[in-house]
Antibody, heavy 120, light 110 residues
């Protein structure tokens, strides 16, 4: 059974940093692209970033480019999102996600999400 | 990376059919076959209901269908049921090798 479990969310001040983790199990992690998607409670889904299986190809939404860094440790089956220079508008639930059908572009496996709150 | 355009809300009675549109540009929806649709019930994680414009994942009801014409993709739900009441999001691959979601549509089953 595929499982994605996020951790690392919490309250952080504007300008601060946070690192999210996503522990994966139940599939061959190193062969799947992985994504981060965020959602402000009560609002819509927003794609944040994606990373290929060996960690060499990354892409970011314009809203986080230069501030967030996606990475992975295939030995630990774990995906990361390093978030720096955080802003109030980064407040959201962050999900890691991937897909059996085409992990480059779809999301049929989702974690439960971790809440990031940026506030003073 | 502007969000794809979806109607904020649609509604229909049980048994009826509804269609949700998702409008983008030739750089996203119109340029690639990588359009997907997600259903999200309150307090739940999203569920993939359509991928590759019109394909249904295993286990998704055949009442859900997808199509695309030009820069607009559509999700049609036939034989509406109370359990279909949820938020629906489209998503497309973008020429910049990124992805973009629509703003979401709230489906109300009357």
């Amino acid at each position: 059974e595929v499982q994605l479990v996020e951790s690392g969310g919490g309250l952080v001040q504007p300008g601060g940093s946070l690192r999210l983790s996503c522990a994966a199990s139940g599939f061959t992690f190193s062969t799947y692209w992985m994504h981060w998607v965020r959602q402000v409670p009560g609002k819509g889904l927003v794609w944040v970033s994606r990373l290929d299986g060996d960690g060499s190809a990354t892409r970011y939404a314009d809203s986080v480019k230069g501030r967030f860094t996606i990475s992975r440790d295939n030995a630990k089956n774990t995906l990361y999102l390093q978030m720096d220079s955080l802003r109030a508008e980064d407040t959201a639930v962050y999900y890691c996600a991937t897909s059996y059908y085409d992990s480059r572009v779809y999301f049929d496996y989702w974690g439960q999400g971790t809440l990031v709150t940026v506030s003073s | 990376q502007s969000a794809l355009t979806q109607p904020a809300s649609v509604s229909g009675s049980p048994g009826q059919s509804i269609t949700i549109s998702c409008t983008g540009t030739s750089s996203d929806v119109g340029g690639y076959p990588y359009v997907s649709w997600y259903q999200q019930h309150p307090g739940k994680t999203p569920k993939l209901v359509i991928y590759n414009v019109s394909k249904r994942p295993s286990g998704v009801s055949n009442r859900f269908s997808g199509s695309k014409s030009g820069n607009t993709a559509s999700l049609t739900i036939s034989g509406l049921q109370a359990e279909d009441e949820a938020d629906y999001y489209c998503c497309s691959y973008v020429s910049s090798s990124t992805l973009v979601f629509g703003g979401g549509t709230k489906l109300t089953v009357l």
